[in-house]
Each structure stands twice: as C-alpha cells, then as structure tokens.
C-alpha cells in the first residue's frame, strides 16, 4: 500500500512564495517518478512538474522559471518551490507518485493566490 501526504498549501498574495511538501510511504520502488499536477475549478487536471529518482525533470511552460521541483530520495519526498505566484496559479495541487504504470495520488492540498 502506497501513501501521499502532502502539506504547505495557503493563502498567498499575488508575488508571493509557497513550498509544496510530499512524503511517499509504503512499498516504493527506488526507481520512480514523483510530481505535482494541479486542477482549478472547471479545469482539467494538468501536470505542473515532475522528477525521475535519476533526478530530471518535466516542469510545465507555464510556471517554467518560477516553480522549481526537487527530490529526497532517501526520505521518498517530494519539494515543489513555487515563486511569483500569479492569481492563475490558484488550484488544488496534488502530489503524483508513478511507480511503473501506476499511479498514486495525495488527497490534494489548496492553494489560493490573492491579486
């Protein structure tokens, strides 16, 4: 059984900074891929960034040079660094664990940008 918990969403105004945390626990391969996708209200799901245990990454145009992705592999934990966050940024972001073709998922957590 694999387990998401995520933490760090809020209230920011327009500018402002957020770090995203996730922890994985469970039975996780070493080999995997974790990540955030966010999802606003009327919207689909999208993929905001991801990083491989190899340590590349995928990091969406949209917040390219503003959210930065990082990885702890000996604590199966997953960092999202978010700057300048822009009244578009607001969704409920959820953290992504891939461990082959499947898929895990955290509960979500809010974020909310003020303009």
């Known amino acids: 059984q694999v387990r998401l918990v995520e933490s760090g969403g809020g209230l920011v105004q327009a500018g402002g900074s957020l770090r995203l945390f996730c922890a994985a626990s469970?039975?996780?391969?070493?080999?995997?891929?974790m990540g955030w996708y966010r999802q606003a209200p009327g919207k689909q799901r999208e993929l905001v960034a991801n990083i491989r245990s190899d340590g590349s990454t995928n990091v969406a145009d949209s917040v390219k040079g503003r959210f930065t992705i990082s990885r702890d592999n000996a604590k199966n934990t997953v960092y999202l660094q978010m700057n300048s966050l822009k009244p578009e940024d607001t969704a409920v972001y959820y953290c992504n664990l891939r461990l082959g073709l499947v898929d895990y998922w955290g509960q979500g957590t809010q974020v909310t940008v003020s303009s």
């Open positions: 469970g039975s996780i391969f070493s080999i995997n891929t």
